[in-house]
């Protein structure tokens, strides 16, 4: 009887393997730039070992405030990102362009990037430099743009 309980609770757990713990979020918030057709705002993210694209969420003035951008992180990259993500062939990157209409409206406040786990293991993380960059203090723009 002990021998088939024993063979029982072995089975068990060769078929119900033990949750791994999930790949980190990494990624930078490399630049907030304002040009020609509105601010950029551009980096890349994503979770270790991962093959795919994640989601990024914008947000202006912390790390809980207005979302004013969520998407994919789905566009073309460098090799480096590539090591770092230790992903080949997967989008990294993100450029958002905020209409300077909008980007007028948050002039000044500093610019967070969230990473989100694929796996959702983990807390959502601001990414390197998130808060580092601020949206231009002076945006100009005509009514029509």
């Known amino acids: 009887m002990k021998r088939v309980f024993f063979c029982i609770i072995f089975l068990f757990f060769i078929s119900h393997p033990t949750a791994t713990a999930a790949e980190p979020v990494i990624g930078y918030v490399d630049i907030v730039r304002l040009q020609a057709n509105g601010v950029l705002v551009a ?15 914008v947000f202006a003035g912390s790390s809980t ?6 998407g994919l992180a789905d566009h073309a990259h460098e090799s480096a990102v590539d090591r770092a ?14 209409a300077k209409v909008d ?26 430099n998130s808060g580092k960059f601020s949206i231009p203090n002076t945006i100009p723009f005509q009514l029509s743009e």
Not at 43 to 57: F, H, L, M, Y
Not at 88 to 93: F, L, Q, S
């Open 103 to 128: 980007a007028a409206a948050i002039a000044g406040k500093a610019i967070y990037v969230h990473g989100f786990d694929t796996q959702g293991n983990q807390s959502n993380r601001p990414l390197v």
């Open 65 to 70: 405030g207005a979302i004013i951008w969520e």
């Open 85 to 98: 993500c230790q992903t080949t062939g997967i989008k990294h990157r993100y450029n958002i362009i905020l």
């Open 43 to 57: 980096g890349w993210a994503c979770q270790n070992k991962t093959p795919n694209s994640i989601k990024v969420r």
